[in-house]
């Protein structure tokens, strides 16, 4: 019997690309390294509020640095993310907190759907530039992921009770406590202590951490079914 796996807990916002980024190679690498990848659903907005932080997008020269950056990581990372036509609209003006909520019920309640639905969000907002804020929308993408209408109802039912909202606070507010100023971050649970990262560019620092092999963002085990 080989050594347990090593936790990883993924803080993460579908309004976040760098998240999506980040999501996508640590699910690639899920199976190949000896980890269990936690993913915990955070509210950014709350996140930035606790850190006295800004978007970075909030600079003139960030912003054009950001839609660049994005661009090429996504060619890199093999991810199909574009930028928004109206930016700060989407992320300033309407926010995520709606589906932050209904990712948190639905961990809660059908956690093997986590991982595909969270993909759907991104999607919506991050490739084809479409609503991730109203419950149809929600519906639709759950939807594609493979869930029935009767579910997504049921837990869009669900994402104003008091137990979702405060699971969604409690995991933002331990996001916090790790350190975080941002997304996403992942949290390495090794030789009992946590070692936070931020952004989606620490994956070879991970790997090192973890004492496994980097093969670049995509390992020639999922290129090959790419």
Sequence with gaps: MGPLPRTLDFFYDVLSPYSWLAFEV???YKNIWN???QLRPTLIAGIMKDSGNQPPAMLPRKAT???NDIRLLGQHLQVPIHFPKDFFSVILGKGSLTAMRFLTALKMEQPEMLEKVSRELWMRVWSRDEDITQPQSILAAAEKAGMSTGQVRGLLE????PQVKDQLRETTEAACKYGAFGLPVTVAHLDDQAHMLFGSDRMELLAHLLGEKWMGPVPPAVNARL
């Design 158 to 161: 669900r994402i104003s009770t």
């Design 26 to 28: 640590l699910c690639r």
């Design 35 to 37: 980890v269990s990848l």
């Design 65 to 67: 640095y950001l839609k």
